[in-house]
């Protein structure tokens, strides 16, 4: 069964500095999202994305924080200078269909800010 | 924020079925609700979705009131992989429509 796969599983760095976290989505879907979870709290919408674009972004996807779809398969969430508060799973979804169609999460990134 | 109201945790025997309730009553007429789990720390797993129809898969069934207030995810035998965090979500008909999670219901399948 196809599925959403995401590197890495887990990175460390050091406050301030730059991070890639990098999700292959299902062939054929063509929107994607990312979400992020602080530990012990709710699944949180970051950014969605459609036709090489963002279509909704959250108050927390801040300038901090860019997407990308660099080469059709890849689709990357950049954080410019992370912070302590940006430790948590971030997890990447993708869908083939918007309205109806069901979205499927990746097993997720965990970063940790030292 | 979710559009949605379910109990903050529930038990069930190994076994038996798990009805899992969840109240939408602002719920619009093209909105679909969706169930997802997640177990410990892994990413959302995608369940089940309906629009106002009863729906029943290989995971579960998902019945929803006549008048799409309430629904009620239902795994018929429950087993110890079940336990997990069970989300209800009502799918938002905006540009994205992305899901937005709530706290979910923390289920517990008991030996």
């Known amino acids: 069964e196809p599925e959403v796969t995401q590197t890495p599983s887990h990175q460390v760095t050091q406050m301030g500095q730059e991070v890639i976290l990098r999700c292959v989505p299902i062939?054929?879907?063509?929107?994607f999202y990312w979400y992020r979870q602080i530990l012990g709290q709710k699944v949180e919408f970051l950014v969605s994305?459609?036709?090489?674009?963002?279509?909704?972004k959250s108050e927390i996807f801040d300038d901090q924080f860019s997407v990308e779809r660099p080469d059709g398969s890849n689709f990357t969430l950049k954080i410019r200078s992370t912070k302590l508060e940006d430790s948590a799973m971030y997890f990447c979804?993708?869908?083939?269909?918007?309205?109806?169609?069901?979205?499927?999460f990746g097993e997720g990134s965990r970063l940790t800010v030292l | 924020d979710a559009k949605t109201t379910q109990p903050p945790s529930m038990d069930c025997a190994e076994g038996r079925a798990a009805n899992l309730p969840c109240n939408h009553s602002?719920?619009?007429?093209?909105?679909?609700v969706y169930w997802y789990r997640q177990i410990h720390s892994q990413g959302p797993q995608y369940i089940i979705h309906?629009?106002?129809n009863n729906e029943t898969n290989e995971m579960a069934s998902l019945i929803i009131t006549e008048d799409r207030k309430s629904s009620t995810l239902i795994l018929p035998h429950a087993t110890l992989r079940d336990t997990a965090v069970y989300y209800c979500?009502?799918?938002?008909?905006?540009?994205?429509?992305?899901?937005?999670f709530g706290s979910g219901t923390r289920l517990l399948v008991r030996p």
């Open positions: 979500i009502v799918r938002g008909m905006d540009s994205s429509y992305k899901l937005i």
């Open positions: 994305f459609y036709n090489n674009e963002i279509s909704e």
């Open positions: 979804a993708s869908c083939r269909i918007m309205n109806t169609g069901e979205l499927f």
């Open positions: 309906g629009l106002k």
């Open positions: 602002t719920i619009s007429g093209n909105e679909y």
């Open positions: 062939s054929n879907h063509l929107y």
